[in-house]
C-alpha cells in the first residue's frame, strides 16, 4: 500500500450545493412534483450529507469506500469527498515512544539495564493503516526489539579502548540504533526523527563487582601515565644536571638519584627527604 490523494472538493462549496438542493427539493414539494422532490432530498441528505469531513492540522483522513482504499485527505478544513465512505482518522503530529528499561546481556555476557526514547512520526498513512496492526503497538514492539539487538553486539563498557562500547560511544550507539529501527518501521509508514539512549547501567547483581573493575582500571590507567611521565623527567634532569652542571655521575650515583626521584615522583604519598648535613670525624 502507498499513499495517493483522494477526490475532495471544498467544503463550503459543497455545503452551499447541499443547501441549494434542499431548497430546490422544497419547492418541489410544494408544487406537488412529490417524486423529483423527493430525489433531490435524497440526494442531498444520502451523498452531500454523508461525504462531509473536517481535517486538523497535522491530521490525515484515510479513505475507504466499501473495503478499497481511495485515498488520503491531509489539507487542513473542511471538504467533501467520496459519498457513503468511511474516513479514519491519522495523526500526523511527532510523537515520542520511552521504552521500558530492558535487561540485556551485552556482547560479553553482562546483564545490563537499558532503555530509550524514540522520535517518530507517520510520513504514509497507507501503510499505517492497512500494511500493521495498530501501528502504535507495532513502534513500541519493534523499538525494544532493535534496542535488545544493538545493546547485545556491544560491551557496556570497553576497557581495552578497541571499538566501540555502549557507555563510550553513546553517539555512535544512537546513530546505528536510528538506522536499524528506520529499517524495521518503514513497512508501517513510519519516520524515525531521532533515537537515544536515556538509561544505560549494569544490573544490580552486577553492579558492586562491575564497579570495582571500573574502579581498578582508572587506577591503572592513571598510574601508568604517572609512571611514562616519571620516567620522562628523570631522565631530563640527569641529562641537563650532566650538561650543565660540569660534573659526571657515575653508574651507583645514576641509579642511586633515578631511584630517589621515582620514589618521590610515582609515590601517592608526599616524600619526606633525608638531608645529608656531612660526616663527623674524630
Known sequence: MNEKPVWKINGYLGLIILLALTCLGAILLLKQL??????????????????????????????????????????????????????????????????????????????????????????????????????????????????????????????????????????????????????????????VMEARLTHLAYSTEIASAMLQRQQASAIISARQQIVEGAVTMVMMAIARLEAEGNFQLDDERKAAMVNNLMVSIVSDRSASPVINTGSLYG
Not at 38 to 63: E, H, R
Not at 85 to 108: G, H, M, P, Q, Y
Not at 167 to 181: K, Y
Open 34 to 191: 412529490v417524486l423529483w422532490g423527493l430525489l433531490l432530498l435524497a440526494i442531498a441528505v444520502l451523498f452531500f450529507s454523508t461525504s462531509f469531513t473536517i481535517v486538523q492540522p497535522n491530521q490525515g483522513k484515510v479513505v475507504t469506500f466499501f473495503g478499497t482504499y481511495m485515498g488520503t485527505i491531509r489539507d487542513t478544513g473542511m471538504w467533501i469527498t467520496i459519498p457513503l465512505s468511511v474516513r479514519t482518522s491519522i495523526s500526523l503530529r511527532v510523537r515520542n515512544f520511552n521504552s521500558a528499561r530492558l535487561k540485556v546481556n551485552d556482547v560479553e555476557g553482562n546483564p545490563i539495564e537499558i532503555a530509550a526514547v524514540i522520535v517518530f512520526r507517520v510520513v504514509d498513512t497507507a501503510k499505517a493503516t492497512f500494511d500493521v496492526d495498530h501501528y502504535e503497538e507495532f513502534v513500541e514492539i519493534q523499538s525494544e526489539t532493535a534496542l535488545r539487538h544493538v545493546a547485545s553486539k556491544y560491551p557496556y563498557d570497553n576497557f581495552a579502548n578497541d571499538g566501540y562500547s555502549l557507555r563510550g560511544n553513546a553517539e555512535e550507539i544512537a546513530q546505528e540504533l536510528g538506522i536499524e529501527l528506520q529499517e524495521r518501521l518503514s513497512v508501517a509508514g513510519v519516520e
